[in-house]
């Protein structure tokens, strides 16, 4: 599992950011400038990198940098390949973003004042996901100042796993998704919750998992990634972030897509079959086999697992991956978590109307 988590931690996205043609003052402009950005990190914390780069084309003024992609002014608050997974559909290498360091669209972002900003945003995060994890945040609230700058430089400098998991263990924020991964090692596709309970680490072990979903909502059907609508408004975006509460049941799977599905309930509610449908499935259902992932087919109280509208998942991209949907959750949990904890997804969703329910 560990090597998953590194391949995660180590991936960078290559950028070519061009500066703004508002913004340049000397004849030829400089070339657009080229750096690997971290997937896990955000993208105030390459402005010292760049910023040496266009120095010298600046106009006078005082710095109030923001990056945008095709006209869409880029929110710092994402991590830099949510970013790309989201706005990318056909994925651009190098991705072609322009950067400002005048002009910053307050209407459009919320302020930041470089690193600092970022950091605590991070931070606020990390409680967040603690409070979902464990009904409290105590653990985040009393690390130590020394722990709390350990962690910070290991997810801004974005590579040193080993510094970040020494001190992200003393949280004792474990999931679910650690204990059923234990299981898929042990060839085990069942899953079990236990709630509140703690192993031999003394990390706690629930069934809520902190996610934040990205949803983009189409109304015409595409079979190529290359045809999809671009994605020009923030408007377009519903952001939801709630907690998959993972619902363990004896002979079967939660996967990707249950969890999904949970998160967009008012797009994927299951409808009852009829009398005629249930005796047709009974019928069936004597002559099956238990399902991959270890589940029965059952005549009696059974449910549709087609939505009862007409949404279909079209796209679900997490950490540049794009995983078939009947994947176990507790392996995407445990192998695609970004440091703050949270499981960020994005789902592109084809409904007959164009109207998602966002928490912000």
């Not at 390459?46 to 120095?55: A, W």
């Not at 994925?91 to 972002?109: A, D, M, Q, S």
């Not at 059952?298 to 078939?324: F, T």
Request: include cysteine.
């Amino acid at each position: 599992m560990m090597e998953a988590q590194k391949y995660v931690w180590e991936g960078a996205i290559p950028l070519q950011i061009h500066l703004h043609e508002s913004e340049v003052t000397t004849l030829p402009p400089p070339l657009p400038a080229l750096i690997l950005a971290p997937r896990i990190g955000y993208l105030p914390l390459l402005i010292p990198h760049i910023k040496p780069h266009f120095n010298s084309t600046l106009p006078p003024g005082v710095d109030t940098v923001w990056f945008e992609y095709k006209g869409l002014p880029l929110k710092w608050y994402i991590p830099t390949g949510v970013l790309f997974d989201l706005l990318c559909v056909e994925p651009e290498r190098p991705w072609n973003l322009t950067v400002h360091f005048r002009g910053y669209p307050g209407n459009i972002l919320i302020p930041c004042e470089g690193e600092d900003s970022v950091k605590w945003s991070f931070i606020n995060s990390l409680k967040e996901a603690s409070y979902i994890i464990n009904g409290n945040c105590k653990n985040v609230m009393n690390m130590s100042q020394p722990d709390q700058v350990e962690l910070w430089h290991s997810v801004f400098n974005a590579g040193n796993l080993e510094a970040y998991l020494k001190v992200s263990s003393k949280l004792k924020l474990g999931t679910a998704g650690h204990e059923y991964s234990a299981n898929l090692n042990s060839g085990s596709f069942v899953s079990r919750q236990s709630t509140g309970d703690t192993d031999a680490t003394g990390q706690v072990k629930t069934g809520r998992v902190p996610v934040r979903l990205y949803v983009w909502g189409v109304s015409e059907d595409f079979d190529d990634l290359e045809d999809a609508p671009q994605i020009d408004s923030w408007d377009k975006i519903s952001y939801i972030n709630r907690p998959v509460e993972i619902h363990g049941e004896e002979g079967k799977c939660f996967t990707l897509l249950d969890a999904v599905k949970s998160l967009l309930p008012e797009h994927f509610q299951y409808k009852s079959l009829t009398n005629e449908e249930s005796s047709k499935e009974e019928g069936e259902d004597e002559q099956k086999v238990p399902s991959e992932e270890g589940g029965e087919n059952l005549s009696e109280d059974v449910e549709s697992c087609y939505p009862s509208d007409n949404a279909e998942v079209k796209l679900v991209r997490i950490q540049g991956i794009e995983p078939k949907l009947e994947i176990p959750f507790s392996w995407v949990v445990h192998n695609l978590m970004n440091p703050e904890h949270f499981l960020h997804i994005c789902v592109c969703l084809k409904v007959s109307q164009v109207k998602i329910p966002s928490d912000g």
